[in-house]
């Protein structure tokens, strides 16, 4: 089932998510709805907070080398921990709940991280490129940070400006 993508300046989005204890069925329909709603916005990753579900769980699915984003490639994360962080690395970074709004923010190039899949199975990961990227900016979501969050103080009072003009033209 698709859900309702709640959008920047819900304060619902600044909320903490909570650890995840049962990797049962509820668990299994959160995130088929998650990649439902992802794949119907055209996103690559999505946190369960973005869907109103304050738990620790995340997807990503990126597109491969063909450039097309198929479900095989899809990675549900459940309770992520960082392990290490290496580097640093500039993106235009956007997010299903500030659409069409893009800005550069630097996170570390590579990453260890571990984590749980959907039947409660331990995974430890390295990634870099895109993943590493993607992988950061669901985390923050859990810690209810959002990536405008992390842009110089004159680019976020233009952000500000700009999305109040958007949301009064909306009206
Ligand atoms: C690198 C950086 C950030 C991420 C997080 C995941 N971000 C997304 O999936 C963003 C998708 C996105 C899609 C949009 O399109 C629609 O809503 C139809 C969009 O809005 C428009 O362009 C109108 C904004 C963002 C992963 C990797
Ligand atoms: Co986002």
């Known amino acids: 089932m698709q859900r309702e993508i709640i959008t920047y300046p819900n304060k619902i989005l600044k909320q903490k998510s909570k ?6 069925k509820d668990l299994h329909t959160l995130l088929d709805d998650m990649y439902e709603t992802m794949v119907s916005k055209n996103g690559i990753g999505l946190a369960a907070i973005q869907i109103n579900v304050p738990l620790n769980a995340f997807i990503i699915n990126l597109p491969n080398k063909n450039d097309e984003q198929i479900k095989e490639d899809l990675v549900e994360i459940i309770n992520p921990k960082f ?3 290496k580097g640093s690395t500039i993106y235009t970074e956007g997010c299903l709940s500030i659409p069409e709004y893009y800005d ?3 996170r570390a190039e590579w990453i260890e991280v571990e984590y749980f899949d959907r039947y409660g199975k331990k995974v430890l990961a390295q ?3 895109l993943m590493a990227i993607a992988f950061q900016h669901e985390c923050d979501h859990l810690l209810g940070e959002l990536f405008i969050e992390k842009l110089s103080f004159l680019k976020r009072k233009k952000f500000e400006k700009e999305w109040k003009k958007k949301l009064k033209g909306s009206k």
């Open 19 to 24: 650890d995840i204890e049962s990797f049962d």
């Open 83 to 85: 392990i290490e962080k």
């Open 104 to 106: 550069d923010v630097d």
């Open 127 to 129: 990634y870099d490129g």
